[in-house]
């Protein structure tokens, strides 16, 4: 039977993982975000170019707000705060990005016959031009994290697990 | 803690983290004007591939002169969209004409180019001055005088795909520079640069000359 004072090796080797998750999945965030809002007006011309809205406010409002939501959510992911719906915020927003990023890469390897691996372009994901596979490779990785997160309850080294109630 | 509790803090979030994001983007220096049409004229649809387009459709007109290759056809679709907007395409040799006639050094002839300060600063057609389009507010009130004045004013941005040059001529052209004035040269830094003609580095008139002489 578990003590809960002091946890079996396993328990906390998956409260360990969980942080360096939560550290990771929020230390990525935040670059991303920071990269982002020091050129807005880069992301303004890329987010335009995934031709997602045609309202100009809209497109503003998507170019001027992502990039500082990012920094909000890395930051309470490192800091171990409201984790689970800070997770769940950075899937809703990796979820269809991942998505708008694919269809993007497909419509340019029809358009130029080269093959998937070899596709490489500015996807706004704050890193400048990089290979696609290897960016959804990496969303990938921090999809499953944030679920990981989402579903789990490790409240090792969070500041406030929970916003209703005290981690 | 539930799915509905998980969910009511993801909207708590949503809703301050929005909240946030909008007061740190008004503070930002670099911020974006929400209500500011920063792309008028276009759908949304970038001109990159409105030339593409463009150039595809008039394959057939353009190749009974026999000029048909893709980078004519950009050219012509440029231009064509630039007329319909009331400026003018100039290309490269012209423009090195304007630069070395003396009225370029009397500001009859006026260069502008359209790129942010990190590309500005990292070298520009000497004497041109910087008018970053997104922040008019910064940029216009120097560069206006001097365009209002000149007879030719040639806008320019990194050459390529680039629209910000076509965006900062119809900035100016609102601004009330008359439109048969203003040419954008397509070719821009890049073709400057590539063609070894004289690039200034750092600020105006800052006589650090790279790559030609001064």
Redo the contacts between chains.
């Keep these: 039977m578990n003590d809960p004072v002091s946890p079996t090796p396993r328990r906390s080797g998956r409260e360990l993982a969980a942080a360096i998750a939560r550290w990771v999945l929020g230390g990525v965030m935040i670059y991303m975000g920071v990269s982002k809002?020091?050129?807005?007006?880069d992301f303004?011309k890329i987010v335009?170019?995934y031709?997602m809205?045609?309202n100009?406010?809209a497109?503003?409002?998507i170019?001027?707000?992502?990039?500082?939501?990012e920094i909000?959510?890395g930051l309470?992911l490192v800091c171990g705060i409201?984790v689970?719906?800070?997770a769940?915020?950075c899937l809703?927003m990796l979820i269809p990005f991942t998505w708008i990023v694919l269809q993007r890469a497909l419509a340019i390897r029809e358009a130029k016959a080269i093959p998937f691996c070899a596709i490489q372009f500015d996807c706004g994901c704050g890193g400048g031009e990089v290979i696609i596979c290897h960016k959804l490779l990496e969303n990938g990785l921090l999809i499953l994290m944030s679920a990981l997160l989402?579903i789990g309850?490790n409240r090792r080294w969070c500041l406030r697990h929970?916003?209703?109630?005290a981690g | 803690m539930g799915w509905k509790s998980i969910l009511l803090e993801a909207l708590t979030l949503a809703a301050a983290g929005l909240a946030l994001s909008l007061t740190a983007n008004f503070l930002s220096p670099r911020g974006l004007v929400l209500a500011r049409d920063y792309f008028p004229g276009s759908t949304g649809r970038s001109a990159a591939m409105a030339i593409s387009a463009a150039g595809s459709n008039s394959n057939q007109a353009v190749s009974s002169a026999g000029t048909n290759s893709p980078a004519r056809l950009g050219q012509d679709a440029l231009a064509a969209r630039l007329a319909a907007q009331g400026l003018q395409l100039i290309d490269g040799e012209e423009v090195k004409r304007l630069f070395g006639d003396p009225q370029y050094a009397q500001e009859l002839f006026v260069f502008v180019d359209a790129r942010d300060d990190r590309h500005y600063q990292q070298g520009h057609v000497p004497g041109a001055y910087q008018f970053d389009r997104y922040y008019p507010e910064k940029h216009l009130p120097a560069i206006l005088p001097a365009c209002l004045t000149a007879s030719k004013v040639v806008v320019y941005c990194t050459g390529g795909n680039c629209e910000d040059s076509e965006f900062a001529a119809l900035a100016l052209k609102e601004a009330s520079v008359p439109q048969e004035r203003l040419f954008v040269y397509a070719g821009g830094m890049t073709e400057w640069a590539a063609k070894g003609w004289p690039v200034e580095a750092g600020e105006r008139k800052s006589g650090v000359i790279q790559n030609g002489k001064p």
Excluded: I
């Excluded at chain 1, 170019?63 to 939501?69: K, T």
């Design positions: 809002a020091l050129h807005p007006v303004l335009r170019q031709e809205v045609e100009h406010v497109l503003n409002l170019a001027a707000a992502l990039p500082w939501f909000f959510c309470l409201a689970r719906g800070s769940l915020l809703a989402v309850a929970d916003l209703r109630k």
